[in-house]
């Protein structure tokens, strides 16, 4: 069963890809203004950048929902020794999901100082960990986790606490905060913006020398991820492109050409994960214990008649999720402007 | 307490406390799309007021809803993994379906719904409250389908894998239309609206008792009262269907419903207490009832708890039979508030009488017992089943997750809900307390779609 000459465990693997890669790029900057909301002090600021995200971070959050669906959807063998394994990470994620989601709600629904306050920092906490915690699942996965031969998980919570996985996990938070940065320069103008162009010359800083701590670490340690490039030397094209796109991001963030610098950081995310798609393509949670078995996209998949189902599902529900998402989008575009509706 | 009894309180608690949610925000999405379509067609400023008043009530509503609505995709694989595993093939279809049609639909749109007033025309703002009430119908459709789907399992076969046993599918549209998801969905999909509808009634009562906002309070209460009366009838037939289904593929089920231990005529009970060590039912009741609805006749066989196995008998029998029970009695309840409701509409009649609009207020509760209550009965009525008749609850947990840990997230869960409820009757009760805002409503439309909207100072 095949399509384009891929197979269907391998454009699913595509699908679930771009889910990830499409939450990253969207609700990344909503987890990266979150992450800066503590940095603006004035309380109108602090609304506007509220409201830059507000008509769409709930869609924004929605691609990870799909995202985890597609995973146990077409792949139930990953999806569940990955969920399993990560438990209370898991736990924890969606404890600060939830928190994120209410104060966004719930914070300009009362005037008291000391409730706004409160709800701000619930936010920017709620904020950091969820993408501490990404970054770190992300590490991991990249990593392996241990398992026995049926796919069971059999380390603890503190394999998962690898110095690998906490810097991932800070890359993922410098990326995301510039990526939110940005987003928010274009929301916004004056004194605000002058703020915004400060915050984002740090993160884009802090985002580089990760970045660069991370590729290193990954060439040196990462000996299973560096084989895959050597068998496959065409992906060494991915590499390369990441590199000139994350050049290109701090040329256009030092020329202040924040607009572009934005999309710009969405291609860096997306080509982040495609990163981290190839490398470990076809394999889909890796065994860190040498000589274990890794589940990989054939073993896991869910039959050729569900894949089918699927990406008939996939191909009809993408391209109006797509549409609707863009209308939104264009429906607020531009400055925000505070109303009697706002936050 | 082991991992399976924790999990199972987990996978109750979180599902019981997102249920208060949804239901309501499918139901008064349908009455807003109805106060909105008048407004547009009539431009009589008081449902202009009404529209804008049930978005700002929607919003508190479906923000929880989605808040706590993640939580149990996350736990099918965090508690659930060897049920993940099993149903992953059959199941996925149906979630992915809910995620792409369903939550980006209803997301998407939520965006325009709450804070397009000013960036859109009046009818593209209708069109996004049409579409949140259409995306919020449609995840009901698909999560439905898939519950059926455990509790009827059809258009799979079983596949024996490296030592696992999985179920795949065989057909789409027989696992869509298994035997009895269009039931349970129109079950669900009426319960929804009855609790949308005892809202606002509940909300039109309280007005009436301040004596505030009469025009509005008359509107609401004719809405609640009419969608409550159409969806309360229907749900009695679609009841009566749901049992004859359970009669029909979950036997066990039914009987344990009734608590009927031995095969024969069975009765049906408004009330009554079930002794499962004697096998005894102390209540109140119509004596042959249940065979009379079923087979039409007071002597009809229905099959009791001891034709099946014991390893395949539900275990909480009186509970079964007092939550299906409660959702029954909160049925009729709601039957006879929505006939008076009528009646005293028709009639003008207790339109300011205290005790009338006082039970009124409380008649939020009623769809909403109801709901928790059904889905109870069903769910424990499923046991020992996760997927019936296929795998096992004890078979299904997580082998990976220990008991400290389910433990200790189900204590976080707790408490985070707690307060979760707190912030929503307080903020709930504020908006209400506010009302449909006389400065804040709806006008006809400016050129370019400036604004259509008088302006009200922040709130």
Redesign the interface.
Known sequence: MSFLGLDYPTLWFLVVGGLFAGYAILDGFDLGSGMLHLFLKKETSRRIAL?AI???W??N??W???G???L??????A??????????P??L???S???R??SI??RS?EPMAWWRNGWDRAYATSSTVMTVLLGAVVGNVVLGIPMDNQG???GSVLDLLHPYALIVSLLTVAAFALHGGLYLSMKTEGALFAKLERLIQSAAVSFVVLFVLVTMVTLVFMTHVAEVFRNYPILFGLPVLVLLSVASTVRLVARRAFRWAFFNSALNLALLMGLVAASLFPTLLRNRIPGGRSLDIYFSA??A??LE??LI??AI??P??LA??GF?FY??RGKVE?????Y | MDVEILARIQFAFTVAFHYLYPPLSIGLGWIMVVTEGLYLKSKNPVYGRLSLFFVRLF??IF??G???G??M??E????W??Y??F???????A???????A???E??????L???????SPRVHFVSTL?VALGSTFSAIWIVVANSWMHTPAGYHL?SEQGRV?A???D?WAMVFNPTSVDRLVHVLLGALLAGAFFVISVAAWYRLKGQHREAAQKMMRLGIGFATVAILAQWFSGHRSAELVAEYQPAKLAAMEGHFETGAANLYALGWVDAQNQKVYGIGLPGGLSFLLNGNFEGRVAGLNAFAREDQPKAVNAIFQFYHIMVGSAGLMTLLAFLGLWALWTQRWEDAPWWNRILVFSVFLPQVANQAGWFAAEMGRQPWVVYGLLRTKDAF????GAG?VL??LI??TL?YAL?FA?FIY?LN?KIKKGPSDE?YLIDHRPKHASW?A?????
Do not use: Q
């Open positions: 409201n507000g008509p769409v709930d869609g959050e929605v990870l929902v799909i985890g669906g597609a146990f959807a077409g792949f139930p063998e999806y569940a020794t990955l969920f399993s394994a990560f438990y209370l898991f736990m994620f969606l404890v999901l939830i928190f989601a209410i709600e719930f629904k069971n998980f059999t869910s039959s008649e569900s189902t699927m599902i996939a529900g993408g109006l999720v609707y998402t939104v429906t607020f505070l109303d009697e509706h706002s | 919003a508190i923000g929880l989605v808040a706590t993640i939580v995709e996350f099918f694989g965090t508690n993994a060897t993940s595993r149903v992953g093939d059959v199941f996925g279809s979630l992915a379906a809910e995620g792409i049609f939550f980006a639909l997301s998407g749109f939520l965006g325009i709450l804070f397009g007033w000013n960036r859109v579409m596949v999985r795949e599918i065989t789409f997580s082998p990976t997750v840990e200790f997230s976080l869960f985070v979760l912030l903020l504020k804040g909207i302006k009200s100072p922040k709130s």
